[in-house]
Nanobody, 125 residues
Framework: QVQLAESGGRLVQAGGSLRLSCVAS????????MGWFRQAPGKEREFVAA????????YYANSVKGRFTISRDNAKNTVYLQMNSLKPEDTAVYFC??????????????????WGQGTQVTVSS
């Protein structure tokens, strides 16, 4: 059973930076695409960023492009999300997820099969 554990969320002022980490259990981390999603109160979970298993290639939601950077360290079974120039609208619970590997889509919640418990990011204005 794959387990994902996020950390790094906290309260930060607008314009500040945070780095989220997600550590995955298991020996096959390097073979799967990984993604970050977020969910604000009363809203659906939305795609933030994804990184492919090889290359790797990265993909971002338009709302975070140029501000957020996703990366991975396969030796540490860890995926990161560096968040800069944070805005109050970035406030949400952030989840990391492991792709199922059944499709080529990277931005859909339904294409990910394992999720962490989430870490709260709050950006004050």
């Amino acid at each position: 059973q794959v387990q994902l554990a996020e950390s790094g969320g906290r309260l930060v002022q607008a314009g500040g930076s945070l780095r989220l980490s997600c550590v995955a259990s298991g020996r096959t981390f390097s073979t799967y695409h990984m993604g970050w999603f977020r969910q604000a109160p009363g809203k659906e979970r939305e795609f933030v960023a994804a990184i492919t298993s090889s290359g790797p290639s990265t993909y971002y939601a338009n709302s975070v492009k140029g501000r957020f950077t996703i990366s991975r360290d396969n030796a540490k079974n860890t995926v990161y999300l560096q968040m800069n120039s944070l805005k109050p609208e970035d406030t949400a619970v952030y989840f990391c997820a492991r792709h199922l590997g059944l499709t080529d889509r990277l931005g859909s919640v339904s294409d990910y099969g394992y999720w962490g418990q989430g870490t709260q990011v709050t950006v004050s204005s």
